[in-house]
Nanobody
Framework: QVQLVESGGGLVQAGGSLRLSCAAS????????MGWFRQAPGKEREFVGT???????DYADSVKGRFTISRVNAKNTVYLQMNSLKPEDTAVYYC?????????????????WGQGTQVTVSS
């Protein structure tokens, strides 16, 4: 059974930074792509970024240049560094894993999800 546990969310002022972590267990983490998504109240789940099994990231246009995804396979952990945060970044952030080496922007392409962590950016 795959388990993903996010941490690092919280309340931050606009312009600030947060780093989210996603710890994985239950499968060979290094072989699979990971994704980050977010969901604001009343909105659909939105793609944030993804990282291939080899560590190549890709981002949504809305976060490009502000967010950075990285992974440390030895720790079975993927990170989402968020800088220059804006109030519109407020959402529950989820990490997910899919059974392929390449990432995807589609939430339905991912097989397992974490429970989410709340990020709130105040203006």
């Amino acid at each position: 059974q795959v388990q993903l546990v996010e941490s690092g969310g919280g309340l931050v002022q606009a312009g600030g930074s947060l780093r989210l972590s996603c710890a994985a267990s239950g499968r060979t983490f290094s072989s699979y792509a990971m994704g980050w998504f977010r969901q604001a109240p009343g909105k659909e789940r939105e793609f944030v970024g993804t990282v291939t099994s080899g560590g190549r990231p890709d981002y949504a246009d809305s976060v490009k240049g502000r967010f950075t995804i990285s992974r440390v396979n030895a720790k079975n952990t993927v990170y989402l560094q968020m800088n220059s945060l804006k109030p519109e970044d407020t959402a529950v952030y989820y990490c997910a894993v899919r059974s392929y080496t390449s990432g995807s922007v589609r939430a339905t392409a991912y097989d397992y999800w974490g429970q989410g962590t709340q990020v709130t950016v105040s203006s």
